[in-house]
């Protein structure tokens, strides 16, 4: 039911499959980072992550742009592209970019162009059943997404603290899982409807923002570097490479300054 996908390159694709990720309900939690070039995806590969995730989120923290809608099928195709040379021990999910999976038919002829650049499983906002379906006919993998939705939102907030804000994640979560998502992401929820959500279906939930109830976690890994100054209020940085590399520019700024001083004195 969930294939990996044909590789069209010379590239050697590993890790787990869908299926195996989906087993790992009730198991283990799962992990999964963005990448979105070849020096991290090649580094993060030997992490032992689960997944990852050629995020739309590049266009915020890689291209500079205001919002995701900003990031063109192109852009994706290019990044996904950079990260599967890197990648050989992970499985690699790939981002549908806003506006190109808004019937099942262009749904999957954008789930094949991000398979073709190298992802394993694509991956999708909200609970369109019918996209998800058609994209799984095709044979290719599917992770869903529910809660926050940056392609869509009007104001990023957490939600689900309304009942009806509640029901309707939860109901959301059950109609991806039951379309057959081999795993579900949670974006920006309260922790109890999370983990509410979570209990509901059989595919594992990764959280983000939504507290430790889920099935796993994803972070953005730019945030988790500390590769910009301002990272997101639940992201606590494992490093601060935003500061590093302004450090090592300076450093190498004095060297080269210097080395021209001495050989004007000589």
Known sequence: MYGNGESTGADVRGGLTADQIRATKGVRRLAMLTAYDYPTALALDGAGLDMILVGDSLG????????????????????????RHGVT??????????????????????ARALVAAGADSVKLEGALVAQVGAILAAGIPVMGHVGLLPQTAVERKRLGKTDEEADRIVADTVALDRAGCYAIVIEAVDPVVARRATDAVEAPTIGIAA??????????????????????????????????????????VAEVRAAAEETVAA
């Open 89 to 110: 021990r992970t499985h690699l999910v790939g981002d549908m970019t806003a506006d190109t999976y808004r019937t099942p038919e262009e749904a999957v002829e954008t």
């Open 60 to 83: 915020e923290v890689e291209l500079g742009y205001p919002t995701t809608r900003d990031v063109t099928m192109a852009m994706m195709v290019h990044h996904i592209r950079a990260v």
């Open 211 to 252: 507290g430790i109830g889920t099935d796993g976690q994803v972070l953005v890994s730019t945030d988790l570097l500390g590769q910009l100054p301002n990272p997101p209020r639940f992201v606590t940085p494992k490093a601060n490479v935003h500061e590093l590399v302004g450090d090592v520019g300076r450093e190498w």
